[in-house]
C-alpha cells in the first residue's frame, strides 16, 4: 500500500501532500525495514518538501520524528543531538507549531541527563507547570500529549509522583480519539506507571488501570498491526513483576 501510494502521488504530482505522505510512509514502515541512513534521508526529504510546498505543519513534523529517530535509533553523538533540538526549537516556535514543540520537549528533557550534563532528574513541579497544562486550554491534543510526555518523564527518572498525577488527568481527557502512535504510547507508558505505582502502595486503583491499558493495547495491536506487540510483552512483564506473577492480565 506504500509503494501504491507513492506511485498514486508520482502520478498526480500533488506536492501539497507529499510531505505528509513521506512522514506517514517513513514513520509506520520505512523506520521498520531500512537502513538508518535511508530512513534518515526520507525524513530530511519531507522536511524540505514541505517547506518548499509550504506545508509547513507536516515539514516539521518530519524534522520532529528526525530528531527523535537519530536520538533514539541512530544514536547520534549527544552534543550534536543537543544542537539540533535546540535548532528544532527555534524553528517550533519561530510557526507557532506549540503541539510538535511540546511533544519535542520531553524527548529533549532526558538528554542532558543522559549526556551526564544534569546530574539530578527534571523537576517534577516545573514539568507540571509547564505550558497548557497550567490553562484552561481548548487544545485538546497539546494538554493529552504535555501529559503523555510528563508520564514517560515519569518512568524515565522514577518520578512517581508526577506519573500518579499525569495519569488521572490523562484518563480525563479524549486520548483515546487520537491516532494509534499516541494512543498506543499512553497507553504503554500509563501501564508501566500504573505497575510501578502498585508495587510500591498496593493499591488496586493502579493495579486496575495497569491491567486495563495492557488489555487494550493488545486488543489494537491485534487490529492495527504489530508494530506495538513488543510494548505489550513489555507491559506484561512489568505488570506480573508487580503482582508477584500471581494476576492473570490477558
Known amino acids: 500500500f ?13 506536492p ?27 525524513y530530511e526529504r519531507g522536511y524540505t518538501i514541505g517547506m518548499e510546498s509550504g506545508d509547513i505543519e507536516n515539514s516539521h513534523m518530519n524534522l520532529s520524528a528526525l530528531c527523535h529517530y537519530e536520538y533514539i535509533i541512530v544514536g547520534r ?47 517534577p513541579d516545573q514539568l507540571k507547570n509547564f505550558g497548557p497544562l497550567t490553562n484552561t486550554s481548548s487544545d485538546n491534543q497539546r494538554l493529552i500529549e504535555g501529559c503523555i510526555g510528563r508520564i514517560m518523564l515519569g518512568v524515565y527518572f522514577n518520578l512517581d509522583g508526577l506519573a500518579e498525577q499525569m495519569v488521572p488527568r490523562l484518563m480525563n481527557l479524549p486520548w483515546m480519539d487520537l491516532g494509534f502512535c499516541p494512543k498506543s504510547t499512553a497507553l504503554f507508558f500509563s ?15 493502579f493495579r486496575r488501570c495497569a491491567k486495563k491499558s495492557l488489555k487494550t493495547l493488545k486488543r489494537l495491536s491485534r487490529i492495527r498491526g504489530p508494530n506495538s506487540w513488543h510494548r505489550c510483552v513489555i507491559m506484561e512483564a512489568h505488570f506480573k ?8 492480565c490477558t
Open 241 to 248: 513483576a508487580a503482582t508477584g506473577g500471581k494476576r492473570d
Open 2 to 14: 506504500m509503494h501504491l501510494a507513492r506511485e498514486i502521488l508520482q502520478k498526480t504530482k500533488a
Open 77 to 123: 553523538p549527544l552534543p550534536e543531538m543537543e544542537t539540533k533540538f535546540h535548532a528544532m526549537f527555534d524553528k517550533l516556535k519561530l510557526f507557532g507549531l506549540d503541539t510538535l514543540y511540546t511533544i519535542a520537549i520531553e524527548q529533549y528533557e532526558t538528554l542532558p541527563y543522559v549526556r551526564g550534563t544534569r546530574k539530578a532528574p527534571p523537576d
Open 16 to 42: 501539497d501532500i507529499e510531505s505528509v505522505q513521506i512522514l506517514a510512509s517513513t514513520h509506520f514502515v520505512l523506520a521498520w525495514k531500512e537502513q538508518p541512513k535511508d530512513v534518515v534521508a526520507e
Open 191 to 205: 501501564a508501566l506507571a500504573c505497575s510501578t505505582l502498585y508495587r510500591k502502595t498496593r493499591q488496586g486503583k
